[in-house]
């Protein structure tokens, strides 16, 4: 696991699903089919080794390490839980995302394509950030805004 987040999902998690498509990570101008992110600003991640999965998918919340790491005290800071994509990622929304307020169960999140209907009742509102200066600790990811 990498020591760095993620500034969109607040994941620390750098290893990809092993159900996840083919991507040239190195290449840039890619774009992930599974949440739109692009390959410029994911080179930090890698591809997950080879693993039988017997009697269940292959994903993030499938992994035995992965249900670890958020009982790690830096997880349990971040508000972690385990998304069967990214792996762990902290529940709190970053600051500059759309409301999802008014959503509907079918609505798709512009940001990664998440849908509604998977992450009700598990986003939060991220906590006031108007006013905070430059190089201010986000009180949440723990980087600076």
Known sequence: MSSSVCPV???T???LPPNHPEVDLAKDGQTCPVVGAT???HHNLHKHPAVPIEGSSPTATACPALKT???Q???KAMDDEVCPVIGPATTVLPPDHPSTADAKEGDVCPVTKA???HHKNKVHSHPSVQGAE???VCPVAGVRI
């Open 13 to 15: 998690n750098d290893v």
């Open 115 to 117: 849908t509604i209907a």
């Open 69 to 71: 790491v958020v009982n």
């Open 134 to 136: 430059a190089g201010a």
């Open 39 to 41: 390959t410029d600003h």
């Open 73 to 75: 005290p830096k997880s």
């Open 9 to 11: 999902v607040g994941t």
